[in-house]
């Protein structure tokens, strides 16, 4: 019985002993670092093909799928420059960079949709890839 309640414990043991992988990625950032108190704004300023200012309607950005509206007041009011991410959705985007789309609409139908690849160091947001100037 003792051979037998051993053998049980060394599989047991071996069950929970299996090489798991982490679904999260861990925070390559160092806990002491200090960072600026800057709050960064990615923007994206539109145009029409004569150079001016477009005025949206409406205006939000998709990050995998789930709409995010960034406060136009972070960056005063200038015609034409919407923004697209800022650091307050550093917890929704990696290191390495995630694909957004800036989604614009004028008189009720989409006229952007514009991707950007925002990323994010240690203190603040980043874009990795894409312009933020356009023309419609």
């Known amino acids: 019985m003792k051979k037998l309640f051993v053998i049980f414990c060394f599989f047991s043991l071996a069950a929970t002993c299996q090489n798991q992988k982490k679904t999260t990625k861990e925070n390559p950032c160092d806990p002491t670092i200090i960072c ?20 949206l309607d409406e205006y939000y950005t998709e990050i995998e799928d789930k709409k995010i509206i960034v406060d136009k007041d972070l960056i005063g009011n200038p015609n034409g ?3 697209v991410a800022s650091d307050g ?7 390495e ?3 957004l789309t800036f989604i614009g609409l004028l008189n009720g139908e989409k006229v952007v949709e514009h991707t950007l690849v925002i ?5 603040h947001i980043q874009l990795i890839k894409g312009e933020q100037k356009i023309e419609l």
């Not at 960064?40 to 001016?52: A, M, Q, T, Y």
């Not at 959705?89 to 290191?95: I, Q």
């Not at 990323?119 to 203190?123: A, F, L, T």
Request: glycine residues 8%; aromatic residues 8%; hydrophobic residues 30%.
């Open 36 to 55: 600026t108190m800057e709050f960064k704004v990615i923007k994206l300023e539109i145009v029409d093909s004569e150079g001016n200012p477009v005025q």
């Open 81 to 83: 420059i919407y923004p």
């Open 89 to 95: 959705e550093m917890d929704k985007v990696s290191f």
């Open 97 to 99: 960079g995630d694909k």
């Open 119 to 123: 990323g994010k160091d240690c203190c």
